[in-house]
């Protein structure tokens, strides 16, 4: 069983579209993640959730919109897609990592999204 | 404010050659840290963590808090370590909340 699942795996649009991405995790972790790798390999936190509340958002702008219906899902919906959001995207999972110690994330397989 | 400096981009080494992966961070507090490896057309995922202690695919990573590094070594390189590797803190962020931080990644070559 695959901890961590995106989906899709690959995603190709034209810009001004809205899309959407689907992330669940199954380990039964509190705390969810989405990452962005650029094209030169540079992996950024976007938001965190933990229990389905926001904690982190990281200077990302308004038209990415994370929603988390329940603590195994963590879905990143994009509005008016631009050239520049071509990237990478991971979702990730932890246990709760206050006050944890060696916390370990567990990320998905990534979504490459392509803005044409 | 928090960083991690991982000085080379891309680093070539021949098989059998010792491997040294640089990490520098600048973190608030005492922070974990982790190397992560992402092999080619494989999903992120943790290579290993200082507060393991631990020997993973014959790496190693002793953390110096002196010189606030965490450089990943390995004595001798073999072809398939050859994959993007991340330094990784986990640490306070803003407002108290504990993040992830990457560096901006060492792409690592075994050369045959």
């Known amino acids: 069983d695959t901890a961590v699942s995106q989906t899709p795996k690959y995603l190709v649009t034209q810009m001004g579209n809205d899309k959407s991405i689907k992330c669940e995790q199954n380990?039964?972790?509190?705390?969810m993640y989405w990452y962005k790798q650029d094209s030169k390999k540079f992996l950024k936190i976007m938001f965190s959730y933990n229990n389905k509340e926001l904690i982190i958002n990281e200077t990302v702008p308004n038209r990415f919109s994370p929603k988390s219906p329940d603590k195994a899902h963590l879905n990143l919906h994009i509005n008016s897609l631009e050239l520049g959001d071509s990237a990478v995207y991971f979702c990730a999972s932890s246990q709760d990592g206050l006050g944890g110690r060696g916390i370990e994330a567990f990320f998905g397989q990534g979504t490459r999204l392509t803005v044409v | 404010a928090q960083r991690v400096t991982q000085p080379e981009k891309l680093l070539s080494v021949f098989k059998g050659a010792p491997v040294e992966l640089k990490c520098n961070y600048s973190?608030?507090?005492?922070?974990?840290l982790f190397w992560y490896v992402q092999y080619s057309r494989q999903r992120l995922q943790l290579l290993l963590r200082h507060i393991s202690r631990e020997s993973i695919k014959g790496f190693t990573a002793d953390l110096n808090k002196g010189e606030t590094s965490f450089h990943l070594k390995k004595p001798f390189a073999q072809e398939e370590d050859s994959a993007m590797y991340y330094c990784a803190p986990w640490g306070v962020a803003n407002f108290g909340n504990e993040k992830l931080t990457f560096g901006t990644g060492t792409r690592l070559t075994i050369i045959p």
């Open positions: 380990l039964g972790h509190d705390t």
């Open positions: 973190y608030s507090g005492s922070p974990e």
